[in-house]
């Protein structure tokens, strides 16, 4: 099992930044998916941005591509999300996501349902 604690958001004026962390313990997979999704009131949960910690391969969304940043620091078990240019249309609750390397560096394709290993989401509100 793995657990995923996520902080880091909060409410920010428009073409602010944050910085989102994801704290993992428990099993650790070294080449496995880690990801960032979001979901708005009445929209489906999305991708926002995966890393294959086997390589350190990313993969961004569109609509935040040249914004929007994910990392991984293996020695201290943390995924971040920097989060630059905010815009209102990126207000959603954000969770940290990871699996155990069943999807190999198929990260972003697999979308929400390929991840087995959840946050709790933290809230991100952005006004203009």
């Known amino acids: 099992q793995v657990k995923l604690v996520e902080s880091g958001g909060g409410s920010v004026q428009a073409e602010g930044s944050l910085r989102l962390s994801c704290a993992s313990s428990?099993?650790?997979?070294?080449?496995?998916?880690m990801g960032w999704f979001r979901q708005a009131p009445g929209n489906e949960r999305e991708a926002v941005a995966t890393?294959?910690?086997?390589?350190?391969?990313?993969n961004i969304a569109d609509s935040v591509k040249g914004r929007f940043a994910i990392s991984h620091d293996g020695a201290k078990n943390t995924l971040y999300l920097q989060m630059n240019r905010l815009k209102p249309e990126d207000t959603a609750m954000y969770y940290c996501a990871a699996e155990d390397g069943f999807l190999g560096n198929n990260c972003y394709g697999a979308g929400p349902s390929g991840y087995n290993f959840w946050g709790q989401g933290t809230q991100v509100t952005v006004s203009s």
């Open positions: 890393i294959y910690t086997g390589d350190g391969s990313t």
């Open positions: 428990g099993d650790t997979y070294s080449r496995s998916c």
